[in-house]
Nanobody
Framework: VQLQAFGGGLVQTGGSLRLSCVASGRSASGYTMGWFRQAPGKEREFVATVFRGRNTYYSDSVKGRFTISRDNAKNTMYLQMNSLTPEDTAVYYC???????????????????WGQGTKVTVSS
């Protein structure tokens, strides 16, 4: 499956953005899908994941502010980001894998498929 991420940009503190990740090549319904982010000089970190059954999981840093969702009919996953802060500035990557279990969703290397990343910059 190929993934393409869209929707990044520049936003002020407190603003919102919605990222999209479009899957092609295969139906996204067979994959657990997630978002990771990487800020300059930092490790890639888990943001959120949605399982095929639509159960969702979030990092503590985004819980309550971000919402992950998926529309399998459109082969698309979304990340609605609200109340953004400069600490959310990063390149956001979407990822997918067909074999993840709950304990493995937090580690980026457990995902086989990746999009190209979309940059989010939050100004203070």
């Amino acid at each position: 499956v190929q993934l393409q991420a869209f929707g990044g940009g520049l936003v002020q503190t407190g603003g919102s953005l919605r990222l999209s990740c479009v899957a092609s090549g295969r139906s996204a319904s067979g994959y657990t899908m997630g978002w990771f982010r990487q800020a300059p000089g930092k490790e890639r970190e888990f943001v959120a994941t949605v399982f095929r059954g639509r159960n969702t999981y979030y990092s503590d840093s985004v819980k309550g502010r971000f919402t992950i969702s998926r529309d399998n009919a459109k082969n698309t996953m979304y990340l609605q980001m609200n109340s953004l802060t400069p600490e959310d500035t990063a390149v956001y990557y979407c990822a997918a894998d067909s074999r993840l279990i709950l304990s493995s969703i937090y580690t980026w290397s457990n995902y086989d498929y990746w999009g190209q990343g979309t940059k989010v910059t939050v100004s203070s």
